[in-house]
């Protein structure tokens, strides 16, 4: 028999496979459709040289994955695994010798964006659900570029660690890069605190000395905003002119006169006008979602007064290893408010986070515990113990 055949006697080689959690397409419209979980059986990927194997052990919920079910969010994908963050352990080998002793890692949330401050430098797309990048976080293997891999801090918990990329790097853009309000002595008001990414400006902001104020709808966020360093707040359901109470604040804190930045992922039609009246001349507003409606009023009276809109997406991988280097320097932790363990098949488990972050229950960020499915494919962590 020719070498070239294959023996029909021989046994057939089983090929292993590892699941990843996608939307399964049903009709519906935009805003009426609710696309149900699914599990999908992928080929277990072997990495090149210049790539790496990593198991996630927990993985975080953002927005964009209730948008995506909803079609609220461009491009849904039902192939591609879900999700944006994760903190992973490598499979066999590490990303490099000096890493090896931190065995936990992070990955930028995004790609197509390695430095510029201004604006990607090529096409950009978020991880997770999209047909515009093939690469999601909820899979039980994750294979990508050794380059990628940053070290996660070493005093973050699993939770705490999957709660951080993508609402840590928004929030640092934001701040650090667009606001101009990154520094002591500075006043910058957070609207609708309680989502991942306004209670990490927050916590940048508070550990860089500024001054914060917030607002909410609910007293127990304010609560625990002003619990996280918060020098005051409003519940804006309660009182039509809100930002004249947020101005008294101010006033009786340090007899400022206003804001020198706005940082808002609500926009509507109120954040403009109010702006306006709560910024000092020159001062900044910075939108980096628009969850209340997708666009903002400005009138003249903005223009002269000098008061800057600026919109923000995500950040570039240079911003995100310095984010993740003041996060492990200042001791920052990011805000947990549910961790929910099962394996990544388990839709039931998962479904109990997009229904807490459909009714907008959450203080901080909702996190899955990945758990080891009996039969799925096992791997050793590097170093050589079992995962």
């Known amino acids: 028999m020719s070498s070239l055949t294959p023996d029909p006697m021989a046994p057939a ?9 996608t939307m399964k397409k049903v009709d519906g419209k935009p805003g009426q459709v609710y696309y149900p979980l699914q599990i999908l059986s992928t080929p277990t990927p072997t990495p090149t040289p210049s790539q790496i194997l990593l198991r996630p052990t927990h993985l975080a919920l953002n927005h964009r994955d209730l948008f995506l079910r909803q079609h609220l969010y461009p491009s849904p994908s039902f192939t591609t695994p879900l999700l944006s963050d994760a903190c992973c352990v490598p499979v066999s080998p590490s990303p490099s010798p000096t890493q090896s002793n931190q065995p936990r890692f992070l990955l930028p949330p995004c790609t197509g964006w390695l430095s510029s401050p201004s604006a990607p430098e090529s096409p950009f797309s978020i991880l997770g659900g ?5 690469l999601g976080l909820a899979q039980s293997l994750i294979l990508v570029d050794k380059s990628l891999p940053v070290p996660c801090p070493a005093h973050l918990s699993g939770p705490e660690a999957a709660a951080l990329p993508l609402a840590g790097l928004t929030a640092w853009r934001a701040l650090v890069t667009k606001s ?4 002591r002595g500075k006043r910058i008001l957070i609207t609708g605190i309680g989502g991942g990414v306004a209670l990490m400006v927050l916590q940048f902001a508070v550990a860089m000395g500024v001054g914060v104020w917030v607002s909410s709808s609910s007293k127990e966020k304010l609560s625990r905003a002003q619990e996280l360093g918060a020098r005051g707040g409003v519940n804006y359901r309660e009182n039509e002119s809100w930002e004249k109470e947020l101005l008294g604040q101010v006033k009786a804190d340090d007899g400022g006169t206003g804001f020198d930045a706005i940082i808002d992922g609500a926009g509507g039609p109120d954040i403009g006008p109010k702006a306006t009246k709560l910024l000092v001349p020159g001062g900044v507003l ?32 240079r911003e995100f290893r310095d984010m993740v280097a003041f996060v ?10 549910r961790v929910v363990r099962g394996g990544i098949g388990e839709v039931e488990k998962w479904e109990e986070l997009w229904g807490e972050m459909k009714g907008g229950r959450q203080m901080g960020k909702l996190v ?7 039969g799925e494919d096992g791997g050793e962590v590097a170093g050589g113990s079992k995962l």
């Open 13 to 21: 080689t089983e090929q292993k496979t590892h699941k990843s959690l």
């Open 130 to 134: 999209t047909s515009t990048n093939p």
């Open 180 to 183: 101009g309000a990154a520094e």
């Open 286 to 317: 910075v939108v980096y979602g628009m969850t209340v409606e997708p666009k903002i009023s400005f009138s003249m009276a903005g223009v002269l007064k000098n008061i800057e809109v600026r919109g923000t997406t995500m950040g570039s991988l």
């Open 328 to 337: 492990g320097e200042k001791g920052v932790r990011p805000v947990v408010s």
């Open 368 to 374: 899955f515990e990945v758990m080891e499915e009996d």
